[in-house]
């Protein structure tokens, strides 16, 4: 295997506009560097991301507002997430980065999914992709408002629950995808904040697998050495600089603490065009 040099941005918390603004900025870099870069982050406060296209309807906006939830609108497609107590991932490449030629969104899933899985297997368990699972498949093209209660095929499972979600985003050449990993789950808190029907009993988390806090210092280092392990790429240490945040700073300003984008997904004039994200 071809080894390619990847840009790893170690894990930090962020604001939910800051993570969302890092993400789309780190597909500019990209175009620019030509380098994939990786990047494991944590939400502060915790925060709702809504899908490119999806309804903000579906959200109780009075009680996130009253919790000090942030509510977020992705570039990537999919249903929300309620990110809080989490490890995420993002990883912003081409198809030539993963030292393969896939062609479709399901391919890509399949192929970089593959770390989650491994990810999953080093710490003991029996991951496999919701495909591959009788329990899923029963439940297949089920879509609801919140992330965790739907599966696609390349959603992974653990003893029958799904864990976790992913949503992508191709630009060109350029893929971005990114990713919850959670490490503990208050359904109660989800119900609170989501409207209508939530499958409590479709998803699961570290902790409830494990039946402890989970770890995230190893956690972390964990998943960054399955990534580069199943992709081929070596992860070289490199913190956001003072003139990227700038940056950054200008594209959550002019977007994503923008009502229009986090309301109804439109910033066509808000756009950076360095970024060439949202049409």
Same mark, same amino acid.
Request: hydrophobic share 40%; with cysteine.
């Given at each position: 295997m071809?080894?390619?040099?990847?840009?790893?941005?170690?894990?930090?918390?962020?604001?939910?506009?800051?993570?969302m603004?890092?993400d789309?900025?780190?597909?500019?870099?990209?175009?620019?560097?030509?380098?994939?870069?990786?990047?494991?982050?944590?939400?502060n406060?915790?925060?709702?991301?809504?899908?490119?296209?999806?309804k903000?309807?579906?959200?109780?906006?009075d009680?996130?507002?009253?919790?000090?939830?942030?509510? $977020?609108r992705?570039?990537? =497609?999919?249903s929300?997430? @309620?990110? +809080? &107590? *989490?490890?995420?991932?993002?990883?912003?490449?081409? #198809?030539d980065?993963?030292?393969?030629?896939?062609?479709t969104?399901p391919e890509?899933?399949?192929?970089?999914?593959?770390?989650?899985?491994?990810?999953?297997?080093?710490?003991?368990?029996?991951?496999?992709?919701?495909?591959d699972?009788?329990?899923?498949?029963?439940g297949?093209?089920q879509?609801?408002a919140?992330?965790?209660?739907s599966?696609?095929?390349?959603?992974?499972?653990?003893?029958?629950?799904?864990?976790?979600?992913?949503?992508?985003?191709?630009?060109?050449? $350029?893929?971005?995808?990114? =990713?919850?990993?959670?490490? @503990?789950? +208050? &359904? *109660?808190?989800?119900?609170?904040?989501?409207?209508? #029907?939530?499958?409590?009993?479709r998803?699961?988390?570290?902790?409830?697998?494990?039946?402890?806090?989970?770890?995230?210092?190893?956690?972390?280092?964990?998943?960054?050495?399955s990534f580069?392990?199943?992709?081929?790429?070596?992860?070289y240490?490199?913190?956001i600089?003072?003139?990227?945040?700038v940056?950054?700073?200008?594209?959550?300003?002019?977007?994503?603490?923008?009502?229009?984008?986090?309301l109804?997904?439109?910033?066509?004039?808000?756009?950076?065009?360095?970024?060439?994200?949202?049409?």
């Amino acid at each position: 295997m071809q080894f390619v040099k990847a840009r790893l941005i170690p894990h930090a918390p962020r604001s939910g506009p800051e993570n969302m603004a890092l993400d789309e900025y780190l597909v500019s870099w990209h175009r620019r560097t030509g380098r994939p870069v990786f990047r494991l982050y944590a939400w502060n406060p915790p925060a709702i991301s809504l899908g490119r296209y999806q309804k903000i309807e579906c959200v109780d906006r009075d009680a996130c507002r009253a919790d000090g939830v942030d509510i $977020v609108r992705r570039i990537t =497609g999919g249903s929300a997430i @309620f990110h +809080d &107590r *989490e490890l995420t991932y993002s990883l912003v490449c081409t #198809a030539d980065d993963l030292n393969q030629r896939p062609t479709t969104i399901p391919e890509y899933y399949e192929i970089i999914n593959r770390f989650l899985i491994v990810f999953y297997r080093w710490l003991g368990f029996r991951a496999i992709y919701a495909k591959d699972s009788a329990d899923a498949r029963a439940g297949a093209g089920q879509h609801a408002a919140f992330c965790f209660s739907s599966n696609e095929k390349y959603d992974i499972m653990i003893n029958g629950k799904k864990i976790g979600g992913n949503a992508q985003r191709r630009i060109g050449k $350029v893929v971005l995808q990114h =990713g919850s990993i959670p490490l @503990f789950i +208050d &359904r *109660e808190r989800i119900a609170r904040y989501f409207r209508g #029907a939530m499958d409590g009993a479709r998803f699961t988390s570290l902790a409830e697998i494990t039946g402890r806090d989970p770890d995230i210092a190893m956690k972390t280092r964990l998943l960054a050495e399955s990534f580069s392990e199943t992709t081929g790429m070596r992860l070289y240490q490199e913190d956001i600089t003072l003139d990227e945040m700038v940056a950054i700073n200008s594209l959550m300003n002019k977007k994503y603490l923008d009502s229009r984008w986090t309301l109804g997904g439109r910033a066509e004039d808000n756009e950076i065009p360095a970024a060439g994200m949202a049409r």
